[in-house]
Every structure is written in C-alpha cells, then in structure tokens.
C-alpha cells in the first residue's frame, strides 16, 4: 500500500472514531425483559415505561444521552447467564436493567454481583434478593414476593372474615414465596391454610387442581399467577363454577394487564398490590395520560416498575452530576432517593427495595379500582441482609 493510501484510511478512521465519539451515548443501558412467552406483555410494558420517563426528560438523565442495548430472556433461569453476560461483558453496559421471573433475575444479580455493574430490577419480586443476596450495586423499583402476598393474608382474615384458604401457585420462587407471605399475614390474624397447591412454571392445566380445590371446599383461595397465565387461570376458576362459591383472591398480578382479555370471569374479584387504577394522585394522572398518548393502551403495574426504575437511575445520576463511571456516587443517589411514583412516593429501605403502600383493589370494569390502602408504607423484613443505611 503506498503512503497517501495509507494515510487516507488513517484519516477514515480516526474521523470515524471521532464521530463515533461524538455520536456515542453517554450512558448505557441493558434492558434484558421476556419478550416472548406467558410474561411478554409484562416486559414491554416494563420498557415502555422506562423509555416513557427517559422520552420525558429530553433522552437524558442527569444529563447524559441514554443508549438501550436489548436481550429477550425469554423468562428462561437456564439462560440467564449467557443472556447478561451478552450485555455485561460484549455490550459492556452501565446499568443492567430487568426482569420479570424471579429465577431469571437471581441469574442477573450472581454476574451483577461478581462484575459490580449497577443492576435495578424493575419487577421480579424474589425476597433474596433483597434480603441475604442483597448488594451495594443491586436496587428493585417494584416489590418482594412477600409483601403485597403478606397484605392479601391480613385483608382475608380480618376484613373478608375467612378461616381457611387453599394457595395454588406455580412452584417457583414467586409462586412460593407469595404462598408464604399470605400464609403469614392470614394465620397471624387467626385463619389457616388448609393446603398449597402447586404447577411448574408456566404449565397452565389447572383443571386437576380446580377439582381438588371443590373437593377441599375452603373459604377462599389464594393465587399467584401472572400474564398470560393469569389470563387463563381466572377464566378456567370462573368456568368451573367455584367462583360462585369461593371467592378467589390474589396479589395484583392476576389481575393487572390482563382484564381486557379475563372480561366478566375478573369481575368483582379482591387483589392487594402496590398500585391501583385511579389513586388520582397528580403524578399518577401525569403518567397515565402520557402513557395512553404514547401507546395507545393504559399503563398497568409493570408499567410503572418501568418508570419508576428509570426515576430511580436518574436520581443516582443527578447525584453524580451525570458521572457514571462514578459508581458509589451514583450507588448514594439512588440509596437517598424519594421517588415520585405514580404508586405515591417511596424511599428505599436499607436492602434496596421500595417501602411502599399496598392497596386493596377491586376489579371494576376494566379497572382494578383502589379501594383504599390495606397496609400503609410496608417494608419488606430483608432477613439476611447486611446492607446498612
Ligand atoms: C416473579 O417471578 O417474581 C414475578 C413474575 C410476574 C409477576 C410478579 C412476580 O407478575
């Protein structure tokens, strides 16, 4: 090659680098969601939320462009190290950002752990993680297994009067663990889970379980499905005619993002969550109708966990004056942070989770209409957790 060739591809590519600078993003961002299987809705609404409130700053937080690098989990525990480690170690992203299965995301926070990268989990409930596996680098926008659960046994027992009840949920750890936080609520208010019922994750051939349940005759049951799954459970509960006779309670999941597709089977059915259509709080109204504008549907739960996840990266951004790379600042930030949620406000508690108001919602239309708070500012106990504030 002679000399002016070789300088001209010098000069290309330092222009292309120089570019590429100038171009780059400032902050890197890896969504890893499901986007195919029962829990596919939940994920994008998760990720249309964060980009809402991204949108809504400009494309910045704390003053710094937001670049997105995205994986498909496919809610596979299987897979999740090679999915995360796609964003940590090839993508090389700041802040890892996801998911919605529990087991996926106790994948996600071993690699958020050993490499130090900034993790937020916008839905997977998992009480270990913010509890023993709980870490400097590892925050949750959304809730633990055991704290709308814990609310639904305290409602059953004591407002709803029931003495027994019957879980049925699928056998992993947020089907478990919301069996348990409601077994907990309801028998320290006096009332007595007869039997757990359970199905691998995300088996929906409920029609064997449905049976035992009529044979079994509680008072009332208790389930934790969610998505699609959920869908399919309520209507199979409402075809079976128990509904008529055991009222079917549940944490939020069964019911949010999926009443257009449960219609009448959802009707008048009691579930506690962290959120609720209508609180009529400003932020809330704020949200919502941006979000109708944009996306042309209502936002549900995971929507908000979405928002509010990006709210709480930008909170740990502001504090660093947009320095990243200035992790422990950052890592404050979010620590300290009150965020202005469309659930009402929250702060952290020292394991990284939300202390949070859980709502009494009844299905009302198309609605999971607030009924008032069942457990006011609940923070999860983060047994095991080490993490002071
Ligand atoms: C979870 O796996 O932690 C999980 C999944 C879906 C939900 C709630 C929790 O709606």
Same mark, same amino acid.
């Given at each position: 090659?002679?000399?002016?060739?070789?300088?001209?591809?010098?000069?290309?590519?330092?222009?292309?680098?120089?570019?590429?600078?100038?171009?780059?993003?400032?902050?890197?961002?890896?969504?890893?969601?499901?986007?195919?299987?029962?829990?596919?809705?939940?994920?994008?609404?998760?990720?249309?939320?964060?980009?809402?409130?991204?949108?809504?700053?400009?494309?910045?937080?704390?003053?710094?462009?937001?670049?997105?690098?995205?994986?498909?989990?496919?809610?596979? @525990?299987?897979?999740?190290?090679?999915?995360?480690?796609?964003?940590?170690? %090839?993508?090389?992203?700041?802040?890892?950002?996801?998911?919605?299965?529990?087991?996926?995301?106790?994948?996600?926070?071993?690699?958020?752990?050993?490499?130090? *990268?900034?993790?937020?989990?916008?839905?997977?409930?998992?009480?270990?993680?913010?509890? @023993?596996?709980?870490?400097?680098?590892?925050?949750?926008?959304?809730?633990?297994?055991?704290?709308?659960?814990?609310?639904?046994?305290?409602?059953?027992?004591?407002?709803?009067?029931?003495?027994?009840?019957?879980?049925? !949920?699928?056998?992993?750890?947020?089907?478990?663990?919301?069996?348990?936080?409601?077994?907990?609520?309801?028998?320290?208010?006096?009332?007595?889970?007869?039997?757990?019922?359970?199905?691998?994750?995300?088996?929906?051939?409920?029609?064997?379980?449905?049976?035992?349940?009529?044979?079994?005759?509680?008072?009332?049951?208790?389930?934790?499905?969610?998505?699609?799954?959920?869908?399919?459970?309520?209507?199979?509960?409402?075809?079976?005619?128990?509904?008529?006779?055991?009222?079917?309670?549940?944490?939020?999941?069964?019911?949010?993002?999926?009443?257009?597709?449960?219609?009448?089977?959802?009707?008048?059915?009691?579930?506690?969550?962290?959120?609720?259509?209508?609180? !009529?709080?400003?932020?809330?109204?704020?949200? %919502?109708?941006?979000?109708?504008?944009?996306?042309?549907?209502?936002?549900? *739960?995971?929507? *908000?966990?979405?928002?509010?996840?990006?709210?709480?990266?930008?909170?740990?951004?502001?504090?660093?004056?947009?320095?990243?790379?200035?992790?422990?600042?950052?890592?404050?930030?979010?620590?300290?942070?009150?965020?202005?949620? @469309?659930?009402?406000?929250?702060?952290?508690?020292?394991?990284?989770?939300?202390?949070?108001?859980?709502?009494?919602?009844?299905? *009302?239309?198309?609605?999971?209409?607030?009924?008032?708070?069942?457990?006011?500012?609940?923070?999860? @106990?983060?047994?095991?957790?080490?993490?002071?504030?």
């Amino acid at each position: 090659m002679n000399n002016v060739k070789k300088a001209t591809i010098a000069t290309a590519i330092m222009l292309a680098g120089g570019l590429g600078q100038a171009a780059q993003a400032e902050v890197k961002v890896g969504l890893m969601l499901p986007a195919t299987g029962t829990y596919a809705a939940l994920g994008k609404a998760i990720e249309n939320g964060f980009k809402l409130y991204v949108e809504e700053q400009g494309g910045k937080l704390g003053g710094q462009q937001i670049q997105y690098f995205a994986v498909d989990d496919e809610s596979d @525990p299987a897979k999740a190290p090679e999915n995360t480690n796609r964003l940590v170690q %090839r993508d090389k992203v700041d802040v890892l950002v996801g998911t919605v299965h529990s087991g996926v995301a106790m994948g996600m926070a071993k690699i958020a752990r050993d490499s130090g *990268v900034i993790y937020i989990i916008p839905n997977a409930g998992a009480d270990m993680l913010t509890g @023993p596996l709980c870490a400097k680098n590892i925050f949750r926008s959304s809730f633990t297994n055991w704290q709308p659960a814990y609310g639904m046994g305290i409602v059953a027992a004591e407002k709803q009067k029931h003495k027994t009840a019957v879980t049925i !949920n699928w056998k992993y750890a947020a089907g478990t663990e919301a069996a348990d936080g409601f077994r907990e609520g309801f028998e320290a208010k006096g009332g007595k889970v007869i039997k757990e019922l359970t199905l691998p994750f995300p088996n929906v051939e409920f029609q064997s379980l449905l049976t035992e349940i009529s044979s079994l005759k509680p008072d009332a049951v208790f389930a934790f499905f969610a998505g699609g799954g959920a869908v399919k459970f309520v209507k199979d509960y409402d075809a079976s005619g128990l509904r008529k006779t055991i009222p079917l309670y549940g944490p939020g999941f069964l019911t949010d993002g999926t009443l257009a597709a449960q219609g009448d089977a959802a009707k008048g059915m009691l579930t506690t969550l962290h959120y609720a259509d209508e609180l !009529n709080n400003p932020k809330d109204k704020a949200f %919502r109708k941006h979000y109708q504008e944009k996306f042309s549907m209502e936002p549900d *739960v995971y929507a *908000v966990q979405g928002y509010d996840a990006a709210q709480l990266l930008a909170a740990g951004l502001n504090h660093a004056k947009g320095d990243i790379k200035n992790k422990d600042t950052v890592i404050e930030g979010m620590e300290q942070a009150k965020v202005d949620s @469309p659930r009402g406000p929250f702060t952290m508690s020292k394991a990284h989770n939300p202390v949070q108001n859980i709502y009494l919602r009844e299905v *009302v239309g198309n609605h999971n209409k607030n009924l008032g708070i069942a457990v006011a500012n609940l923070e999860d @106990p983060a047994k095991g957790c080490k993490l002071s504030k």
